[in-house]
């Protein structure tokens, strides 16, 4: 058996699409990696993003979002940021990580002003399953652009 590789999501809130990441990565690619995720601002785990998950048979309900600092001494073989913001406050990182950005839309922002929550839920559906489509695809897409 090969060492599992770890790999960082980094988003803002780490309530949404980092929560989403480290749950598929642990799901489909365990054998291969140990996912964490982490926020540069953390939040509340976003409710619908459970939704979303658990829809795809994934509890993510007992997560908790976590902000960068407290993951302390942590190495980690790569550095995913899924959105803007954390790719511009992304904190050094050991020069043997490998650091990517994958951007992602944002769900909460997406389903903002939306008052029909089944279709504010279709927003957090497609990130949800891009962020599988990423995962699913991995390691090949471990690579800069």
């Not at 043997?96 to 992602?104: C, D, N, S, T």
Request: proline content about 5%; hydrophobic content about 35%; aromatic content about 8%.
């Amino acid at each position: 058996m090969t060492e599992k590789h770890s790999i960082l999501y980094l988003c803002t809130g780490n309530s949404c699409r980092s929560q989403m990441a480290e749950a598929w990565t642990n799901t489909f690619k365990g054998d291969q990696f140990k996912a964490f995720s982490a926020g540069v601002e953390p939040k509340k785990i976003d409710m619908r993003a459970v939704r979303a998950m658990a829809e795809s048979g994934i509890d993510i309900s007992a997560q908790k979002p976590k902000d960068i600092d407290s993951l302390g001494d942590m190495e980690f073989d790569y550095v995913v940021t899924l959105c803007d913001n954390a790719r511009e406050s992304c904190p050094f990182f050991p020069a043997r990580i490998r650091l990517l950005h994958r951007g992602f839309d944002d769900p909460p922002v997406l389903a903002s002003g939306i008052t029909d929550d089944e279709m504010a839920m279709e927003q957090y559906r497609r990130v949800r399953d891009e962020i599988r489509s990423f995962v699913e695809k991995m390691p090949e897409v471990l690579v800069e652009e």
